[in-house]
C-alpha cells in the first residue's frame, strides 16, 4: 500500500540522507540497538500504518521489521520537505 514511500526512505537510508531526533537517540540507547538496527529495520520492513501529525500536518510512517541483534523493532519516521528521512523515534517490540 506504501510501496513508494518505503522505497523513497530505503533510498535516504542508502545514501545516508536521514537524521535523528534526539528522542530517537535517546530511545534508542534505553533499548540498546544501535544504528544498524534502525538501518535494517527500514531496509526490510514494512510500513504497518500511517499518522497525521496533528501539529505539523505531516504523515509519519510506523515500519516494522527486524533489527540485527534484538528482534523485532518500530521506526517511527517521516519524509521532510527538505527530502531527507526524519527518524522520529524507534522502540523494540
Not at 527500514?42 to 528482534?71: A, F, M, P
Request: net charge neutral.
Amino acid at each position: 500500500m506504501y510501496e513508494r514511500i518505503l522505497k523513497q526512505m530505503r533510498e535516504r537510508i542508502r545514501t545516508r540522507q536521514y537524521i535523528m531526533t534526539f528522542h530517537a537517540e535517546e530511545e534508542m540507547t534505553d533499548d540498546n540497538l544501535s544504528i544498524f538496527d534502525i538501518e535494517r529495520v527500514v531496509l526490510t520492513g514494512n510500513i504497518v500504518e500511517r499518522q497525521k501529525d496533528h501539529n505539523t500536518k505531516e504523515w509519519k510512517y510506523i515500519v516494522e521489521g527486524e533489527t540485527i541483534s534484538v528482534g523485532m523493532a518500530v521506526v517511527v519516521a517521516k519524509l521532510s520537505i527538505t527530502g531527507k528521512l526524519v527518524i522520529i523515534t524507534i522502540y523494540k517490540i
